[in-house]
């Protein structure tokens, strides 16, 4: 039997792939790719205009295309916002503290996170204007409290274990 043959009983490797193959699958994983990523986009999208319009006149912006700048910008302003929150996370880690202490900190590492990204979205973003910046990065870390809440219930549920452990 040649290389390029496989079994029935084994997996297809990259390289016994036909071309046509090869196409139809990186056409697939990249169509999916970019699926992923519109939808993560729309969401982000969604979650600065419930922001913009819970915060009403502090935030004054120039058209539509500046909340989808925002949109655009929230993935790297979070990346920029981790440079200052994940050494307090590491250094929790080597301190060993108790479990709840180690919950408690977390949160608060994570609201702070929060916090940071959406001051730098403010301050990043072009035709983006707040009177007052803090408004909108309360009420985003607001939403990121409330959307963990929910998730950690729908969790709780899902295991079917009571709520508050």
């Known amino acids: 039997m040649s290389e390029h043959h496989q079994r029935h009983d084994e997996e297809p490797t990259w390289a016994s792939l036909s071309t046509r193959a090869k196409t139809l699958t990186a056409t697939a994983i990249t169509g999916l790719g970019l699926g992923i990523a519109a939808l993560v986009t729309l969401f982000l999208l969604l979650m600065v205009l419930i922001v913009t319009a819970a915060c009403g006149d502090s935030i004054e912006f120039d058209g539509p295309a500046t909340l ?74 607001a939403l990121g409290i409330a959307a963990n809440l929910l998730m950690n219930r729908a969790e709780s549920r899902k295991r079917g274990r009571p709520q508050g452990r």
């Open 68 to 141: 989808l700048w925002a949109a655009l910008l929230c993935p790297p302003c979070g990346l920029l916002a981790g440079t200052f929150t994940t050494p307090v996370r590491f250094l929790l880690r080597l301190n060993r503290p108790t479990e709840r202490t180690r919950r408690t900190v977390e949160a608060l590492t994570s609201c702070l996170h929060t916090f940071l990204a959406a001051l730098f979205v403010l301050h990043f973003t072009p035709g983006l204007h707040a009177t007052n910046p803090w408004l909108p990065a309360a009420t985003a870390t």
